[in-house]
């Protein structure tokens, strides 16, 4: 029988860890089952954990530097100063190595783009569960554009895909890279969501680009130093097509075909 205990929040992250107690690893399987909402949180932290894995994973496995090694730090000074930092290293290390971790991290951290088009996606998968509270504020209140406005630092407007099926349902503030930034959602008659990502990023004027995660995609571009995502379920053509449209708009361009050649199939490619 399965444990019917409630499922708590630290019980989540152990399951993200793999470090759940056997006894509670069908319950809390169960529960996400039945949570949507939790499901959609466990899924975004596994996604983070895989990034700084992939990023970082071989910087850990490096070995520490003989000064940094206790038995050094006491022979060189054994007073209660030395004592105590060779405690404090001790503890960052077992920690997860997070110094030396750090000590590789200029080298090896994504640039601007990427970590804009993670955010996009992240914010994307995060929102598109929630069953309550996708957005902040809906899209009939008036304060909606001039408040994300303000906040992000560029005059906004929000698409219209109703030629997609995709009706706004509103838009909530989120933290950005290096300022506030704004996410609008869309949902289509058979409850797709998708999203459109804004928020600045000091970086040149790109062509659109193509990226994707697991059942998830996004089309992205940067223009007069802000990034837009258009994110949805994966599927790179309707993504494409989409995004054209939200693009012309958003520059008040007429409609036209010259930016199909502007898509890349990958990311950096």
Partial sequence: ?????????YELHLHVDGELP????????????????????VASWREHAELVRSRF???????VPDKLKLSAIM????SWGAIAAAAAIAAFFIGGAAGWIGRGA????????????SDALGAHRLYIGEVRHPIEVK???????????????ITLRAPDLGAFGLKLLGGRLLPGLASPAA?????????????????RVDTARTAFRYDDSNNFGS??????NYGWALSGPKDRDRLKAIARTAYEQLENRAPSRSSDNQLLSRRGS
């Fill in 183 to 199: 996410l609008f959602m869309y949902e289509g008659a058979n409850g797709e969501r998708f999203t459109v990502y804004c928020s």
């Fill in 22 to 41: 056997a006894g509670r690893k069908e319950a809390v399987e169960a529960w996400l089952a039945n949570h949507p909402e939790d499901a959609a949180r």
């Fill in 106 to 117: 200029s080298a090896a951290a994504p640039n601007e783009v990427e970590v804009f088009t």
């Fill in 139 to 153: 899209a009939e209140e008036d304060h909606l554009l001039p408040w994300l406005s303000r906040r992000v630092g």
């Fill in 75 to 78: 022979r060189t000074r054994r």
């Fill in 219 to 224: 089309v992205y571009w940067i223009e007069g």
């Fill in 1 to 9: 029988m399965v444990d019917q205990t409630p499922v708590t929040e």
């Fill in 57 to 63: 994973g071989q910087i850990a496995e490096e070995p």
